[in-house]
Nanobody
């Protein structure tokens, strides 16, 4: 089981930037995928960005060119750098992971371990 804990959320004006961090423990070196998901009020949870142990990356179309996912070399912290934020980016953001697999999927069913979430609010 992978343990995950998000930090770094907050409030920002439209056009601003934020960086989310997720402390990670328990990944298996032989293979894993990690991702950021978000859930806006009244909407379904959606995949935002994903990375796997081969460092392949996948982004949702809505955030391409604005968000960057990265993982430190020690594989202990997952980041999501968010720029040019829009009010529609307002949501609870979750990090997620699964061991013993590869491919940076953005599908919820492909993840089993989840953090508690961090709120991001973008005002116009």
């Amino acid at each position: 089981q992978v343990q995950l804990a998000e930090s770094g959320g907050g409030s920002v004006q439209s056009g601003g930037s934020l960086r989310l961090s997720c402390a990670v423990s328990g990944v298996h070196p032989r293979g894993y995928r990690m991702a950021w998901f978000r859930q806006a009020s009244g909407k379904e949870r959606e995949g935002v960005a994903a990375i796997d142990s081969a460092r392949r990356i996948n982004y949702a179309n809505s955030v391409k060119g604005r968000f960057i996912i990265s993982l430190d070399n020690a594989e202990t912290t997952l980041y999501l750098q968010m720029t040019s934020l829009k009010p529609e980016d307002t949501a609870m953001y979750y990090c997620a992971a699964k061991n013993d697999v590869t491919f940076p999927s953005l599908e919820i069913v492909e993840y089993v371990d989840w953090g508690q979430g961090s709120q991001v609010t973008v005002s116009s």
